[in-house]
């Protein structure tokens, strides 16, 4: 079974500018988390989408948003980026069903430079 | 701030010695608990869970145990090898709170040959 795929593995982008990031979950996976890592920060939580509804949020700007498809793949989106932005986003899936707290399937990231 | 940390940042072991690897957590309300292990350029790896049901589970020379007294986690890793270096996080889910799990820093983990 192929494992959680992110894309583009690397981006670099300036100031005020937006991206998207994609992930596409392991298969008959409902539950797509994001995360931001940086060595300061470490790993810190997004947010959470199952069957196309977020369900949790972290605490993040409205820069940042999501949205998940009928096929539960996930994307991400940043606008206005800023300096502090520059990280590896990572995203995790996970079977959530019945509400159990389960474990997180990651993908590789996509490592995020803003100049 | 964090409600998951970690006592040590780094730990260097000599190959085919034990490590351990400890964390403490804030939240009573914590009910599950997991350690990850990220090599470099790579996204975080299961390594095992445990359920705030239980005190101690095994897996495959790695060893989980929760102190929820103390509010404590450690990964003990049997017969270290070079292969186990990495970074090592524990992350806490707090009950109803799905797919947000809340990461420690991480603990740095060097095998010496």
């Known amino acids: 079974k192929a494992g959680v795929t992110q894309t583009p593995r690397y981006l670099i982008k300036t100031r005020g500018q937006q991206v998207t990031l994609s992930c596409s979950p392991i298969?008959?996976?409902?539950?797509v988390s994001w995360y931001q890592q940086t060595p300061g920060q470490g790993l810190q939580f997004l947010f959470e989408?199952?069957?196309?509804?977020?369900?949790n949020k972290g605490n993040f700007p409205g820069r940042f948003s999501g949205r998940q498809f009928s096929n539960s793949r996930s994307e991400m989106n940043v606008s206005t980026l800023e300096l502090g932005d520059s990280a590896l986003y990572l995203c995790?899936?996970?079977?959530?069903?019945?509400?159990?707290?389960?474990?997180?399937?990651f993908g590789s990231g996509t490592q995020l430079s803003v100049l | 701030g964090e409600s998951v940390g970690l006592h040590l940042p780094t730990l260097s072991v000599q190959e085919g010695d034990n490590s351990i690897i400890n964390c403490a957590y804030s939240?009573?309300?914590?009910?599950?608990f997991i350690w990850y292990k990220q090599e470099s350029g790579k996204g975080p790896q299961f390594i095992i869970d445990?359920?705030?049901?239980?005190d101690k589970r095994q897996g495959q020379r790695v060893t989980v145990l929760l102190n929820k007294t103390v509010k404590h986690l450690s990964l003990q890793i049997a017969a270290t090898q070079p292969g186990d270096s990495a970074v090592y996080f524990c992350?806490?889910?707090?009950?109803?709170?799905?797919?947000?799990?809340?990461f420690g820093k991480g603990t740095k983990l060097s095998v010496k040959p």
């Open positions: 995790a899936s996970s079977l959530a069903e019945g509400g159990a707290n389960e474990k997180l399937f």
């Open positions: 298969s008959g996976h409902r539950s």
């Open positions: 989408y199952f069957s196309e509804t977020q369900r």
């Open positions: 939240n009573s309300a914590s009910d599950y």
């Open positions: 445990i359920r705030s049901n239980m």
């Open positions: 992350a806490e889910n707090i009950r109803g709170s799905q797919g947000n799990l809340i």
